[in-house]
Each structure stands twice: as C-alpha cells, then as structure tokens.
T-cell receptor, first 112, second 113 residues
Framework: KQEVTQIPAALSVPEGENLVLNCSFTDSAIYNLQWFRQDPGKGLTSLLLIQSSQREQTSGRLNASLDKSSGRSTLYIAASQPGDSATYLCAPLGAGSYQLTFGKGTKLSVIP | EAQVTQNPRYLITVTGKKLTVTCSQNMNHEYMSWYRQDPGLGLRQIYYSMNVEVTDKGDVPEGYKVSRKEKRNFPLILESPSPNQTSLYFC????????????FGPGTRLTVL
C-alpha cells in the first residue's frame, strides 16, 4: 500500500526566502502526483499536477519536480510571501488506482 | 463560476440521527469522491464514483453510504452517526477520472455528540 511522507511537518521562514517542501512515496508505480494547498478551515486547492512522464511543472513562483524512480517530489517556492502561509499536501495517484494517497502535509508559515 | 459546493458547512448532531451531506459540482465532472480529514491521520477517502450509478468504497467506508443518481450530485449519508464520525469532510471532483486536476469543496465540519 502506498505511503506518503512529507518532511518537515512544519516550517517557518522569513518573507522573501526561497524554500523547498519534500514529499516521498513508497510505491514508484504512479500515474501522476498533485500538490495542493490548504488554508485553515478551507478546502484544498490544486497547485500543480505532474504526470509520471514529466520531470517538472511550473506555475508562477511554484515549481514542482518529480523523480519517480526514487519516490520523491519537491515543491519549490520562490520569494516566499506571507500569503503563501498554508499547509501543503502532496498526493500521488498509483498506476491502476482510483484513489489518491495524501501525505499529512507541511505547515508553512512565512513571517513578514 | 466552476465550483464544488457542500451543504451544510457546519453541523452538530446527536448519535443515531440520520443525516445527509450534499455535494454538487457544476463542471460536468465524471469522477467524484468523499474524504474525511482528522488530526494526525490526514485525508482518507470514504467513497468514490467514476460516473452515474458507479460507486465504490475507499479506505474508510464503514458507517457511510453514497449514491450517484445524477452526474452533478454525490450525497454522503450517515444512517446512524456515531461520535467517531466527528470530522471534517470534503467532496472532490475531476474530469475524466483521477488523471486530471482534483477540485475540492469547502468542507463540512461535523460534530456528533
């Protein structure tokens, strides 16, 4: 069964810093991987979706990479802002599966 | 506006009183699913539906029922709620199964006393 780990569980950085969030998964046979953002008391918002054939996806200040063979994905946030404060979750989709497996997330705080 | 809506957003009820949480999407998505989110356990899938009249169990289906009679709606039914079903519930949908971006509803916070 797929297991997803996100380290660190919480991260606090000063505004303007570049940062990397990590996601590792045990079963490398995945179809895609999504990164989500969750604000307190709210639903999840999809940030980036990387297909298994891709190495990277970019959206604005966000860049997600995928190394399927090593079971790792990273989310890079450039020039962090207080508005980036949220919990970030990754979720790989196993090949042949009908459900996403979520990590427990990294809670990011960007200090002004 | 493309969105997934859930109702109610907040609900406090008592053990054994049947309830339904509605989920509706206006994007003509085939795939819909329900999750619950609990501290320390993360998001866990309850049920999912690949299309109308096609539903299947997720990881934690016990105590829940679903139906998919229309493409846009996917209600979650708790026939006899218990305190261990106190949780934050999310509905999600996507086009063409799980191969595309998932859209989540705003969540329903349920407390069962």
């Amino acid at each position: 069964k797929q297991e997803v780990t996100q380290i660190p569980a919480a991260l606090s950085v000063p505004e303007g810093e570049n940062l990397v969030l990590n996601c590792s998964f045990t079963d490398s046979a995945i179809y895609n991987l999504q990164w989500f953002r969750q604000d307190p008391g709210k639903g999840l918002t999809s940030l980036l979706l990387i297909q298994s054939s891709q190495r990277e996806q970019t959206s604005g200040r966000l860049n997600a990479s995928l190394d399927k063979s090593s079971g790792r994905s990273t989310l890079y946030i450039a020039a962090s802002q207080p508005g980036d404060s949220a919990t970030y979750l990754c979720a790989p989709l196993g090949a042949g599966s009908y459900q996403l497996t979520f990590g427990k997330g990294t809670k990011l705080s960007v200090i002004p | 506006e493309a969105q997934v809506t859930q109702n109610p957003r907040y609900l406090i009820t008592v053990t054994g009183k049947k309830l339904t949480v509605t989920c509706s999407q206006n994007m003509n998505h085939e795939y819909m699913s329900w999750y619950r989110q609990d501290p320390g356990l993360g998001l866990r899938q309850i049920y999912y539906s690949m299309n109308v009249e096609v539903t299947d169990k997720g990881d934690v289906p016990e105590g829940y029922k679903v139906s998919r009679k229309e493409k846009r709606n996917f209600p979650l039914i708790l026939e006899s709620p218990s305190p261990n079903q106190t949780s934050l519930y999310f509905c999600a949908s996507s086009f063409g199964g799980l191969y595309n971006e998932q859209f989540f509803g705003p969540g329903t916070r349920l407390t069962v006393l």
